[in-house]
């Protein structure tokens, strides 16, 4: 069966910092990856979403950025992070090709920029 | 992607029937509707899909008329534990422009008890 990790879970970071945050899927081949924010009681963000390894398209122009080093793999990373950034982020991954809209989310990850 | 229209909000109680109505009238023949919900700090999991008349399962029922401009989420006997968001998407995978899957605001159901 397929599964899908990323970690960390909580993180806090100063305001100026790095960020990476990391998700695998594992179980399928050539997946569709998202990564996605929702701010507090807010509703999700599409941030970028990828079709394959190097494919990247960004949704929102930001200080995010995001890469597929691998079939399964997704990162988000920042160089420099700004108070806005805080929330949950979610990656999540769906099958090119199938029917219908079925996306699988990952657990998430709370990040608050202080 | 096919826009949808929900009720930002619902209310309900225990033991309750509870529909929720998503409208989107400009779905592609082509197109699925599928149903999400979501828990506070969870990523929204699949509940349902269908693509006409009515689709059941151990969770929820679908219900999708003719001409499939909107549908209808059923949940029998709610409980306190089906407060979520729940959010209707419209589309299909089998094109590259599918692939950019956007959710809407969705509708927050609240059950009291």
């Known amino acids: 069966s397929q599964t899908i990790h990323q970690w960390p879970a909580t993180l806090v970071q100063p305001v100026g910092s790095p960020l990476s945050l990391e998700c695998t899927v594992e179980?399928?081949?050539?997946?569709?990856l998202y990564w996605y924010r929702q701010a507090a009681g807010r509703g999700l963000q599409l941030l970028f979403y990828?079709?394959?390894?190097?494919?990247i398209s960004s949704e929102v122009p930001q200080n995010l950025s995001a890469s597929r080093p691998q079939d399964r793999q997704f990162i988000l990373s920042s160089k420099k992070l700004l108070l806005s950034d805080s929330g949950f982020y979610l990656c999540?991954?769906?099958?090119?090709?199938?029917?219908?809209?079925?996306?699988?989310f990952g657990e998430g990850s709370w990040l608050t920029v202080v | 992607l096919a826009k949808t229209t929900q009720p930002i909000s619902m209310d309900s109680y225990e033991g309750q029937e509870v529909n929720i109505t998503c409208s989107h009238n400009?779905?592609?023949?082509?197109?699925?509707i599928t149903w999400y919900q979501q828990f506070p700090s969870q990523g929204p999991r699949f509940i349902i899909q269908?693509?006409?008349t009515k689709v059941t399962n151990e969770v929820a029922s679908l219900f999708i008329p003719a001409d499939r401009k909107s549908s209808t989420l059923s949940l029998p006997r709610v409980s306190l534990s089906d407060t979520a968001v729940y959010y209707c998407?419209?589309?299909?995978?089998?094109?590259?422009?599918?692939?950019?899957?956007?959710f809407g605001s969705g509708t927050r159901l609240s059950i009291r008890p």
């Open positions: 269908g693509y006409k």
């Open positions: 999540a991954w769906s099958t090119p090709g199938a029917s219908g809209n079925t996306i699988y």
């Open positions: 179980g399928t081949s050539n997946p569709n």
């Open positions: 998407l419209v589309g299909d995978g089998l094109y590259s422009s599918a692939s950019k899957i956007i």
């Open positions: 990828s079709v394959g390894i190097g494919q």
């Open positions: 400009n779905i592609a023949t082509n197109d699925y």
